[in-house]
């Protein structure tokens, strides 16, 4: 095995796990709720709509942690192709993840059919008039976004995989708990 000096620290570290899992399980049960009877789709946008909000303040913090604090680097053998192909994934995914909530909400707020109840605490239906043809041009951007962002997570995930059983170092192994950190 190849070994990295530095590794990410446990804040971090939870911050990827927690953000990843919600992101991954709304991607997953996101696209089921169209479909779904008006009745039904609001008890389960409330959920929706409150994760999505979590992501996006759970976001915020990261991003504040990552531009202060810097990612352990890449082994030197690593192709110089891997190294800006894996920034660019990672910030485009920065990216597209706070972009993802914020279309959310703004699709909740012109969504005229249904109140959308982030948690049953936050009613974003009450923060703009209902308004048709906005409300479709968010949800069309919410939806396109999502499928952005599976396909990015689907090469990250085997990107990650292909470090860890084909490259042998430990990339993978960094991001896991347990591993002691010295730079971010
Ligand atoms: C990381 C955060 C989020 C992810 C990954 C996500 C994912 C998705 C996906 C995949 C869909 C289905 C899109 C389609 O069928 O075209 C969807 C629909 C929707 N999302 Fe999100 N979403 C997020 C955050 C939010 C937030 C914060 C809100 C509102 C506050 C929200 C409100 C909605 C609404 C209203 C719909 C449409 C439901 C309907 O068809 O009536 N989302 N979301
Ligand atoms: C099974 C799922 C996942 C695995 C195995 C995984 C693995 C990893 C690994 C190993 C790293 C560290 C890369 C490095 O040190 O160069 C990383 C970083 C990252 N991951 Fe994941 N990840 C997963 C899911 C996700 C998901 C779902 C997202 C976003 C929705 C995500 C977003 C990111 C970002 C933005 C970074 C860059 C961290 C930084 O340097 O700031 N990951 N991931």
Redesign the pocket.
Known sequence: MNN?ES??NST?KWL??T???I??TM?IFGSGLESLPLNERQKLIMGHSGLGTLVLLLMIV?LGW?LTHR??P?IDSTPKWQVHL??S???T??A??LAQPIFGILQAMYISDYDIIAFGLINYSEFAQGNARKAQFFHALHGANATI?SI??II??L???Y??FFQKDN??????PGNKSKS?
């Open positions: 990295i590794g990410y971090y990827h796990w953000i990843g899992f992101a991954i991607l990261r990552r990612p352990p890449l894996s920034k994934v990672h910030w995914l920065y597209l993840l962002i990015l997570v990250h995930v990107a990650a995989l470090h860890h990339v993978l192994r960094r991001m896991l971010l």
